[in-house]
């Protein structure tokens, strides 16, 4: 193969795969009132309640947020979006792949000025591609963390706070902050339980291009 056609080829080359990060949002809230402290037994929470004892509680934030159904419909939701956008990614990339293929096989009939013209034409559509996937996966994004903080600080925040006072809690925290965690103090469930008939459903906007 001459030094051209090894030159051309270096060039044309297909941005493959889409990078769509699916790290959940992890937050943690911390209520602190004043009360006296007292060492924690191994009773039931509503004993502790009806004790009137201040203590702390913990909530697993991830369960949360994949066991919610509202939050679990977001996630679903998000996941939808990212099929679409992995299709199209594949159709974009069969087509890119056939014009590069078109210029190959034509570069022994094509003159010089002909052959990095189609190179370059393909160079831009090669572009343009990569664009389009960066756009749109960091739209599906956007509009998820959206979604998402406006279920936290609209309805989470609140069920946590209503949850706590119902319960006498002095400290709430996510157990990924706890290295040692008593069931007794998870009220995880409780604010699934809140949280779902507080807000069954949650709606992500249309992500940018789709």
Do not use: C, W
Not at 10 to 21: H, L, Q
Not at 110 to 120: G, H, I, R, Y
Not at 163 to 190: F, G, H, R, Y
């Amino acid at each position: 193969m001459s030094k051209k056609n090894q030159g051309l080829k270096k060039k044309i080359i297909i941005f493959s795969g889409i990078i769509i990060a699916l790290a959940l949002v992890i937050f943690g809230i911390t209520l602190i009132s004043s009360s006296s402290s007292s060492s924690l037994k191994n009773i039931s929470s509503d004993e502790i309640v009806e004790q009137g004892t201040p203590y702390m509680a913990i909530i697993d934030m991830y369960k949360i947020t994949t066991e919610a159904t509202a939050l679990k419909g977001l996630n679903e939701q998000r996941k939808n979006y990212a099929e679409k956008l992995k299709k199209e990614a594949s159709r974009k990339e069969e087509a890119l792949m056939k014009a590069k293929k078109d210029i190959e096989s034509k570069q022994s009939v094509l003159s010089k000025e002909a052959l990095q013209k189609k190179a370059q034409e393909y160079q831009k559509s090669l572009m343009d591609y990569q664009k389009d996937m960066s756009e749109k996966s960091a739209g599906i994004e956007k509009s998820y963390r959206e979604a998402l903080q406006k279920v936290q600080k609209g309805t989470l925040d609140g069920v946590i706070n209503d949850v706590a006072k119902k319960k006498k809690v002095t400290i709430v925290l996510n157990s990924s902050q706890a290295i040692l965690l008593n069931p007794v103090l998870n009220i995880t469930e409780d604010i699934i339980k809140v949280l779902n008939n507080r807000l069954p459903k949650v709606h992500m906007a249309t992500p940018k291009g789709f």
